[in-house]
Every structure is written in C-alpha cells, then in structure tokens.
C-alpha cells in the first residue's frame, strides 16, 4: 500500500533554517501530485506548496519566498526547505499524493489528495 512518511520537523529560532523530507512506497505512478500541507493547533489544514511529476510548483503566499519544494522522483522523496522560519510557520507538517495520467491534471493548492503522511511537528519560537 501507499505510504508516505515524514521527517526533518523539529524546534527551532525564528530565522532559521529546516528541511522537511516525506519519502514515499507502495507505489508506481506515470505522473502525480504532490503538496505539503500545515496545521497548527485550532486551525484549519492549509496548503503550503504543490508540485507536480513534471515539476510545476505553486506556494502559498505566506511562504513564497522562503519555502522551497524539490522531488526526487528516482527515490519517491519530497523536499520542503524552509528558510526565514517565523512562530507562524509552528504547525505539523503533512505530505500528500495523488496518481493522475498526466502532470496537467494537477489543480495546485487547490488539488484533493488520495494518501498523506503522519505529519512531522515544527516549533519556531520566537
């Protein structure tokens, strides 16, 4: 089955930097869609950015400019650097993924996800 298992969270000082990695198993896509999303305490899950099999990415504006995403399909792993960290960027940190025939399939932030990860906490305090 799919599985997609998060790591790099952790606490750190405003200002600095963390990498975030969601390797992936189970599966054999043609293309797909992958994102990661946030969630901090009594909040609403937020999209934070998307990229596709052919590389096409959207982030949210609260990141723009700080995060950046990279795949590496060959080892089914996700990256999510995050550089400038804020207390606002404090959430469990979740990837997900969908199969599509093609990359253009992919709706961005606004796509629906077929499996997720357990999550991985960052801290940024302040």
């Known amino acids: 089955q799919v599985q997609l298992v998060e790591s790099g969270g952790g606490s750190v000082q405003a200002g600095a930097s963390l990498r975030l990695s969601c390797v992936g198993s189970g599966y054999t896509y043609i293309a797909h869609c992958m994102a990661w999303f946030r969630q901090a305490p009594g909040k609403e899950r937020e999209a934070v950015v998307s990229i596709d099999s052919d590389g096409k990415t959207s982030y949210a504006a609260s990141v723009k400019g700080r995060f950046t995403v990279s795949q590496d399909s060959a080892k089914k792993t996700l990256y999510l650097q995050i550089n400038s960290s804020k207390p606002e960027d404090t959430a469990t940190y979740y990837c997900?993924?969908?199969?599509?025939?093609?990359?253009?399939?992919?709706?961005?932030?606004?796509?629906?996800?077929?499996?997720w990860g357990q999550g991985t906490q960052v801290t940024v305090s302040s």
């Open positions: 997900a993924i969908k199969a599509v025939p093609a990359a253009k399939y992919c709706r961005g932030l606004n796509g629906d996800f077929e499996h």
